[in-house]
């Protein structure tokens, strides 16, 4: 029999229901969706850059920099490796090239050494998906009692490569601290991430949020300073020269032993805030246990001496230290400003970008031009749904008044669908959901002209339904399933738009198969089990 029980009825009417109720705060107005209950969804759609305007910026990973750091990173392991663990004595210079040249300056151990550096070169996965096999990290060479190491290619690519997914998670947690959820962070090529932030015109906070690499130390300023006659680039010896945050021509000499030194690695918390007795914005930062004692031997050690927070190389402030600070929390000061707070504080809490990154495109979205591509967009898709609406009532009678009413559903719970997980809709993805209403409508046709056939050859009204919308589902399935798969690798290879492009198709596809199957043989059967027809009207408007 051609009939739906009332569980089937219930889940169906129930499924579309649900994607009405996620789809409605997309046409109500504000002050209606703040007033909504909790546990009703109260968030409209997403809106693209395209569609709403924005930011879009393009970051580069700065390899030299990159390198820099390795290669410092490499000095100090060879230190640990050779000093600290085994107290081999050593001398370390640093090659323009980047290389570095290690002389053992004890003959007795130099076997020894040859030992421990082996032990840092490890091998990294090369090729696709590490089909290429393994190859060393750091290649390193023998010459007596000398020995010179140096990245390997693969072993900078795998760095790079490592930078890189690190840097996103980074900027997603930084973006997230400053509310930017909808932005949309992905990479591009071996070296280069995309940020996309609707609704952010003006690029500066994004930079300044995303560029920052929030490297923070704490370190004592040398007994010397750069007088007027000086040459403030030449620092004595254990000291290194950084500029003043604020004014570039001032140039601070900064010890550089780590016992001077406290890492910024160990903050747990950073907020803005204002100073009790100036009421000047301030940073206040809290250290974990490891540099909460670090902070306090620091400071109890050294109490009348000046010291230097640095941001990113750069001195933002030289406090002298009064009293020791024990409690392993204080407060950054300069002449910053609310916002400058608000952003120095997200970017200290969600931690240092492993590389420096370096803005190679820069573009901002007008909300006119989004505003025209909305418009566009919805007169392209009503233009659409009008069309298709007209055409199957003009050829299926009523039949196609119910395909036309599962089409409405089937948009409604597109709708829902992309709204209850917060998807971005982008022009492309308008495009893709009018591709859906084409499609949806698709299926319907190859529903009835199957039920045509059934019933021209002979069945009965409830066989010729019942054979027809069985037989028809599997043709339904093959078409979608590889329409599905051509969506998901869309996904998962494409960027950007062609990502908005496939977002919208594959989400349209699944409401397709249920509303074109399921939605329109329920209300098919609701007219059967009405009308009680002794023939097919859609038969008979093919006779005619």
Known sequence: MFRITWAKSLFILGIVLLGLIFALPNVLPQNVRDALPSFLPNKPIVLGLDLQGGSHLVWEVDKEDLKRNLVNQLRGDVRQRLWT???????????KDGSLVVTITDPAKVEE??????????????GFFGAGGTA??????????RFILRYTQAGLEHRVKSALEQAIEVIRRRL???????????????????????GVKDPATLKQAVGQTARLTFQLLCDAQPTDGADANRPPPGCIALPDAENPNRIYWVKTSRRATVEGADLVDAQPSFDGQTGEPVVTFRFNQKGALKFARLTQAN????????????????????????GGSGQITGRFTVEETRVMSAVLRSGALPAKLVVVEERTVGPSLGSDSIRAGLAASIVALVGVLVFMVFFYGIFGLIADIALMANLI????????FQATLTLP??????????????????????????????????NALEVGFSRAF???LDANITTFIAAVVLYGLGSGPVRGFAVTLGVGIITTVFTAYSLTRFLVALWVWKKRPKSLPIAEAAKA
């Open 85 to 95: 663990e085994r107290k081999i004595r050593h001398r370390i210079a640093i090659q």
């Open 113 to 126: 050494a040859a030992k421990a550096l082996k032990e840092l070169a490890q091998p990294v996965q090369v």
């Open 136 to 145: 060393p990290e750091i290649e390193i060479t023998r010459d007596g009692d």
């Open 176 to 198: 997230d601290e400053l509310n930017m959820t909808e932005a949309t962070i992905q990479q591009q090529g071996l070296d280069r991430i995309i940020v996309q932030a609707p």
């Open 303 to 326: 109490v009348g001496k000046p010291f230097a927070i640095i941001l990113d190389g750069k001195v933002i402030s030289a406090p002298v230290i009064q009293t020791p600070i024990l």
């Open 413 to 420: 719970m597109l709708l829902g669908l992309l709204t209850a």
């Open 429 to 462: 993805g308008i495009a893709g959901i009018v591709l859906t209403l084409g499609m949806a409508v698709d299926s319907n046709v190859l529903v009835y002209e199957r039920v045509r056939e059934e019933y021209r050859a002979g069945r009965s009204v409830i």
């Open 474 to 476: 599997g043709t339904i």
